[in-house]
């Protein structure tokens, strides 16, 4: 079935007008960058509301979300458990800056969850939580050097906004004026799934490497699968050097598996960081692992780190309700990788029988469309794509309904809220934005 552009789309008026009056007062007129169209040009939608796999923007047009907040809406928007949790902990009030139940609750679901966690601190983002733990181990190791994959993003802490990812790599600053070099000399650079690269670091660094952090599956260079034995490779090389390894399951927690990709893979990391899902779309983020480990954090130990807000009633409501969907309807997995299975058929036959040059990557309900012919399997193979097409691309689904992620550094999210007549709608949708952008 073509899928024609939707008539019903009307130009996105007040989303321009309010675009206009945002940037008055907020620096490119969103509170984070990569929301900006920066990468694919044009003006952000602005969104007035959501519910299950559907987005309506302020000029009431409806798209189909594949970005789902960038992760956290693995149940769909504005789930009615999530809902109804938030509303029960709002009328007791919003914060108290005092220990509560929840928090407790919520440590306890992550310590069952995920594999290698025995205790747990809850902060308010995922910069907090990989920022917090790469500080627990210097601490540990009494080292100061990190390694880190170029590409990777592990949120905007100066350690780690060195060849970072994401929004970073968007806007062509992988490495962000103000971190003073006497910081970023500390943050070692290697290349995704080449272990070779990390074991070069390690030895013209002896015992100076105090973790290496990775995104066990890489989310920020677009889907980019670990390749066998990568996350094995770097298990080793730490146990070998004393070196902590830190798994940013921040994307992946709760996500590629119930127990994260730690769980999927079978690879035990040291630390690991968590957000988006474990807060069901309300600001949580996590750091955890061993007892040993964890008991450096104050007020145990000596390691600093403090919130106002960590472990906030609402937000923990929210986390509550989402890790015990997940864990009693173990379901919403099955039905995700079904519709998974669908994108690669139809995203793999687009590229097999009507030959257009595009690369499909896939982990779970996480996926990416890379315009190249070549296998992507690290930054410098996501980064030699063509983003024009991508841009293209990107609108022509947009004008279609259907919302995904502005910049081909990002991956699409699937949910439980989607169907398989989504899947087949936005397989259309492609089909007919391809003719197009490779027509011309
Ligand atoms: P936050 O500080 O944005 O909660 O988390 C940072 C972070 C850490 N680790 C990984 C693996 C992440 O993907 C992120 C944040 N992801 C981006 C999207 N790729 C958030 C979107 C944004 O920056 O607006």
Redesign the pocket.
């Known amino acids: 079935m073509s899928v024609t552009k939707q008539e019903t789309l009307q130009q996105r008026v007040n989303s321009d007008r309010m675009f206009e009056r945002a940037r008055r007062t907020i620096p490119g007129g969103v509170n ?4 900006a169209f920066g990468s694919v040009g044009g003006n952000p939608v602005f969104v007035a509301r959501a519910a299950g796999a559907t987005i309506w923007d302020i000029d009431g047009n409806a798209y189909l979300d594949y970005v789902g907040s ?2 956290p809406m693995i149940l769909g928007h504005n789930h009615p458990t999530v809902r109804a949790a938030v509303e029960r902990a709002i009328a007791n009030g919003t914060s108290f800056g005092a220990p509560t139940e929840a928090e407790v609750e919520l440590a306890e679901l992550v310590v069952e969850i995920v594999p290698s966690v025995e205790v747990v601190r809850l902060v308010n ?6 920022m917090s733990a790469a500080r627990l181990a210097r601490a540990v190791t009494d080292r100061s050097k990190v390694i880190k994959f170029r590409g990777g ?4 802490a100066d350690i780690f906004l060195v060849e970072a990812g ?2 970073a790599a968007t806007i062509g600053v992988p490495s962000s004026p103000g971190v003073p070099s006497s910081t970023a000399g500390d943050t070692l650079v290697a290349e995704y799934n080449n272990l070779p690269s990390v074991e070069r670091l390690f030895d013209a660094n002896r015992d100076a490497i105090a973790c290496v952090i990775v ?1 066990p599956v890489a ?2 260079m677009g889907c980019v699968p670990p390749a066998e034995g990568f996350l094995e490779g770097l298990r080793e090389l730490c146990t070998r050097t004393g070196a902590l390894l830190i798994f ?1 399951e ?2 992946t927690g709760f996500r590629v598996a119930p127990g994260g990709a730690q769980q999927l893979f079978g690879v035990t990391p040291d630390l690991t ?1 968590m ?2 899902v474990l807060g069901g779309g309300l600001p949580v ?1 996590a750091y955890g692992g061993s007892e040993y480990l964890m008991r450096h954090i104050a007020p145990d130990g000596p390691v600093y780190q403090a919130g106002t807000l960590s472990g906030n009633p609402l937000a923990t409501a929210a986390g509550i309700a989402t890790l015990t969907h997940l864990r009693e309807h173990p379901e919403v997995y099955e039905h995700i990788e079904r519709l998974g299975e669908m994108m690669d058929r139809g995203w793999n036959a687009l590229a097999r029988d009507e030959g257009y040059p595009l690369t499909w990557n896939r982990v779970g309900s996480m996926g990416s469309v890379f315009f190249t012919t070549q296998p992507v399997v690290d930054w410098n193979s996501a980064a030699a794509a063509n983003r024009d097409a991508f841009t293209q691309y990107f609108w022509g689904m947009l004008e279609r309904g259907i919302y995904l992620a502005p910049s081909p550094f ?1 991956v699409l999210f699937l949910s439980a809220a989607h169907t398989e007549a989504d899947i087949d709608r936005t397989l259309d949708a492609a089909r007919d934005v391809l003719a197009e952008v490779f027509s011309s």
């Open positions: 984070s960058p990569v929301r960038w992760g983002s995922g910069t907090e939580a990989t993003y592990h949120g905007h994401s929004g995104e989310g920020n940013d921040v994307m960081t957000g988006k983020g990002e």
